[in-house]
């Protein structure tokens, strides 16, 4: 049990710092999808969040409102990358760094993978988990989990692209579409956890002022 708190701990603070160095690698690069993708790891973390079931109501409130507000400011920033993709897709008008852009790439590909391993690892210890819209049965749980990561491995086949030639920098803005939808998709099923979470909330609320 300590092991695997442990290891949860160690995690979510390399994700966090991998998050933040993806960032700021894409901003500094000028690569939108390596920031939309830093983005991405985040939102896919905030969707394993297990919330606290034993605190007090008061507490648990605090919780799915935290996640819900983070969760609609993740939201808001998905359609700015859309938005802003389609604007740089129509000129094409800036240039990419292509040591921030490798240097970000490789830790955007250790996260994927780190994150993929803890979805597993979530699924295989909790047979009912489900935060998904569509993730009814073990199967598709690891069939989302395996083709959601695979897609988000899209980042590197567009650094490759850029790093051979820059008449490539579409593929920069087609990764940032791509991984705007992905960013889209757990925000859905944070959003149906932070429902049902609210609804069991509910109930234990009345449970404890019965008491």
């Known amino acids: 049990m300590a092991a695997g708190e442990c290891r949860k701990k160690l995690s979510t603070t390399y994700i966090m710092v991998a998050v933040i160095a993806q960032i700021v690698l894409g901003i500094?690069?000028?690569?939108?999808?390596?920031?939309?993708?830093g983005t991405r790891a985040f939102s896919?973390?905030?969707?394993?969040?297990?919330?606290?079931?034993?605190?007090?109501?008061?507490?648990?409130?605090?919780?799915?409102?935290?996640?819900a507000?983070?969760?609609?400011?993740?939201?808001?920033?998905?359609?700015?990358f859309l938005l802003t993709a389609s604007s740089r897709a129509s000129s094409l008008d800036f240039d990419i760094n292509l040591l921030f852009l490798s240097i970000g790439t490789?830790?955007?590909?250790?996260?994927?993978?780190?994150?993929?391993i803890g979805h597993f690892h979530a699924w295989r210890s909790d047979p009912v988990y489900s935060l998904s819209i569509y993730v009814k049965t073990h199967r598709s749980r690891v069939l989302h989990?395996?083709?959601?990561?695979?897609?988000?491995?899209?980042?590197?086949?567009s650094s490759i692209l850029i790093i051979i030639s820059k008449n490539f920098?579409?593929?920069?803005?087609?990764?940032?579409?791509?991984?705007s939808s992905l960013i889209i998709t757990n925000v859905a099923a944070t959003s149906i956890?932070?429902?049902q979470?609210?609804?069991?909330?509910?109930?234990?609320?009345d449970e404890y002022e019965s008491l």
């Open 28 to 37: 500094l690069a000028s690569s939108l999808s390596l920031v939309a993708d």
């Open 169 to 179: 920098l579409i593929a920069d803005c087609v990764t940032t579409y791509l991984i």
């Open 106 to 116: 490789a830790i955007s590909l250790a996260t994927n993978t780190v994150q993929m």
């Open 193 to 195: 956890k932070c429902y």
């Open 44 to 67: 896919d973390h905030l969707e394993l969040f297990r919330y606290d079931r034993s605190a007090v109501p008061s507490k648990r409130f605090i919780e799915i409102i935290t996640v």
């Open 145 to 157: 989990g395996v083709l959601y990561h695979i897609l988000a491995y899209s980042i590197l086949v």
């Open 197 to 205: 979470e609210y609804f069991s909330l509910e109930i234990a609320r």
């Open 69 to 80: 507000v983070s969760s609609i400011i993740i939201f808001v920033i998905s359609i700015i």
